[in-house]
């Protein structure tokens, strides 16, 4: 199954829940929550800048981690989310003509969002979808690159080939669903999606151009304050 149908019905299931009668997600209310979180990039990747081998390119691998995020609510509608997470770690092997060669190397990304949220429904229903649009500042570091990427550019074991990404700002929206288990606890889960297109530069002077426009996908418990 797909990491998008998979995710709707993540938040179809979510709507098929039992619950209890929610209290009224009134103006002014927070909210936290945990649980877990999948990036998964599709990528697009050009070809390394000469000298290389023709149709030298790049994939990226997905990765989870520990996540969840604060919500504050401005009215029966609206409400503003910031998700928060630990660093994602995603592997970056070779593709293309280099496909089959393995690990180049890995990076460590953090993307800092804010979401502006409005969400469907009574304020006092046990089950509100929701949609939300807001930027991302996509932030890549610690990227460590591998003795195949040497081997692939000129490189020697003196002077390996060292890599670096560069963070970009970016446009992210997404849809989900909340359901009430009691007047404080609850399930969210959602999908969003993120058009992000970033350079990667090599020590030797090499450049490629990739677009990962990842998609994410997030479930967790959360308590209403």
């Known amino acids: 199954m797909s990491n998008t149908r998979f995710s709707l019905a993540l938040i ?5 829940c039992a619950a209890q009668a929610a209290q009224a997600q009134t103006a002014g209310s927070w909210s936290a929550r945990i649980g877990a979180t999948q990036i998964s990039p599709s990528v697009t990747s050009g070809d390394l800048s000469p000298p290389a081998f023709p149709h030298t390119k790049a994939d ?23 998700p928060l997470a630990l660093p994602f770690k995603h592997t970056i092997n070779g593709d293309g003509a280099i496909a089959g060669v393995g690990k180049l190397g890995e990076v460590k990304a953090l993307p800092f969002t804010v979401l502006a949220q409005y969400r469907f429904g009574d304020p006092g229903a046990k089950f509100r979808p929701y949609i939300g649009a807001g930027p991302t500042y996509a932030k890549f570091f610690k990227e460590r690159s591998t003795n195949v990427l040497t081997a692939l550019t000129g490189g020697t074991p003196a002077q390996p080939t060292t890599l670096s990404i560069e963070s970009k700002l970016v446009p992210t929206v997404q849809v989900g669903a909340t359901m009430m288990f009691n007047d404080r606890w609850f399930l969210d889960a959602m999908v969003a999606k993120t058009w992000l297109k970033t350079r990667t530069t090599l020590s030797t002077g090499q450049t490629l151009d990739i677009k990962l426009n990842p998609t994410t996908v997030a479930i967790a418990v959360g308590y209403r304050f």
């Not at 179809?12 to 098929?16: E, F, H, I, Q, T």
């Open 12 to 16: 179809a299931g979510v709507a098929l």
């Open 60 to 82: 990226v691998e997905s990765a989870s981690q520990l996540a969840g995020g604060i919500n504050y609510t401005i009215d029966d509608r609206w409400a503003v989310d910031v």
